[in-house]
């Protein structure tokens, strides 16, 4: 518990480090120079405060030990019971090999600054598993257990481009399932887009989202308010 604790501290220490070191990549203006004859002209691209774009993404993630909790139950029914009588009948029976699927991702996100994202995450997850009759091999129950991750997204962006985007993200939320709800967590340690307006994306990261995920996403420009 202790070991677990560290990395999480650790992981919280690298994400503010590169907020303060890195933060202001996103901020700075753009500098281009170009040679005219003999002569330098240097010319200054002043970048917007704001980005003003609405992001839409879905990935796949790994297996995460974390998600144990939501996804995994010691024992089924009479595997349970601690008398004569149910031990006998979980001894006519045996379960499969549990099968993890993976952590599938749903995420909207405003771009409120180009450094500042804000919006939500649905995170779905899933095992399977089966109790079988040892002499028939019959499946007499299926024992699979699901759970869906509703949480708040915040992204910090430390280099925004056009094409390129490197950023790390925090969300917080409820697990829901086949267990009682539960609070959850995932965090971004570092994760990197590649496009404009259709990219795709890889992340590496800790949470019920899975320490490695990737996606494709979508991008469009938000309706600019009118000043009357």
Known sequence: MQSTRRISMRHLWLLLLLLVVTG????????????VGEEYTTITKVLPKRARK??????????????RQYLHQDCWGSDCASDFRGQVSAADTYLTDRLHWGAYSLSYVYHVRRWFQ????????????????????????????YSVAVMPTVRFV????????????????????????????DMTILGCTFGSKFFGFAEFGTGVGGWGRVGIGYRLDAKKREKK
């Open 158 to 185: 430390y280099l925004y481009r056009n094409k390129v985007q490197l950023y790390s993200a925090l969300s917080l939320g409820i697990n829901f399932g086949s267990t009682v709800p539960l609070p959850c967590a």
């Open 118 to 145: 804000f919006g939500g995450t649905v995170t779905f997850a899933a095992t399977t598993q089966s109790r079988r009759d040892v002499v028939t091999d019959v499946k007499l129950e299926n024992l699979n257990m």
């Open 54 to 67: 609405h992001d839409f993404r879905f990935s796949v993630g790994t297996y995460m030990g974390g998600n």
């Open 24 to 35: 202001t990549l996103s901020a700075q203006d753009v500098v281009i120079e170009r040679v």
